[in-house]
């Protein structure tokens, strides 16, 4: 029994860093950083992504009195500024939001004095906008992808061990992987374009190519488990690139 619980802690602990590492080296993870101003601290957050009602809500938190900002925005080549309001703490800016896939640049100047702070530098950042997805459906959506990343790992530890659960542990994984693929992600994608109440998307936008290839990958490698062909070579050659194919495709 504690056998079983280190390894289901351990296949939790390293979903939950492969989870941590893909977020902070994807390609949307926001822009942030602090800064001082005569010893008060400014920090900012510039999304990439937005799926917001109404508005792109962009913050800036600081108790330094005497600032003011302002985003440069430009849609289609054409440039604007929105200032930033007063909050509790700091300021903030609500940019309109715009139709789902569509995208924007902008940065964030912010003013004390005669100084003034560029953010990014010499750059601006680019947002696509997406629709609205309700917390049902994002944790939904959250808890088959990762359970089933957990059950991937769980079945390669289960190979090295005493392999009495491994039948199961397959069948697992491949059952949340066709429900992700079959319900979950059409869901969660006809939201993300807006579609719902809007119209029908194509059956292309309602597949997502890697999870298939995932769920395809684990429904070979549990045949071939439940026939007994080389069943640590194929659970740690599918648990291996199921891995790489969430980190460098997903």
Known sequence: MKNEIILWLCSLVLVFLIGYIKSVTDKEYPITGTFGIHGKKVSYKLD????????????????????????????????????????????????????????????????????????????????????????????????????????????????FTKKLNLKKFSIITCTLFITLNILVYPLYNTYKLGAINHYVPPFSDLINPILLMILLLWIIGTILIFNRIFIKTTTTTISFVTILIFFFLH
């Open 48 to 159: 990439k992504v937005s799926f917001d009602k109404k508005f792109y809500k962009n913050v800036i938190i600081s108790d330094k009195e005497g600032i003011d900002a302002r985003a440069l925005i430009i849609i289609n080549d054409e440039q604007s500024e929105i200032a930033f309001k007063k909050i509790d703490k700091g300021l903030e800016c609500e940019i309109p939001k715009l139709n789902p896939s569509q995208k924007l640049r902008y940065k964030v100047i912010i003013n004390y004095n005669e100084t003034t702070y560029e953010i990014p530098k010499n750059d601006f950042v680019t947002l696509t906008f997406w629709g609205n997805i309700p917390s049902p459906v994002k944790i939904m959506y959250f808890i088959f992808l990762y359970f089933g990343l957990v059950m991937v790992l769980r079945s390669l530890l289960e190979a």
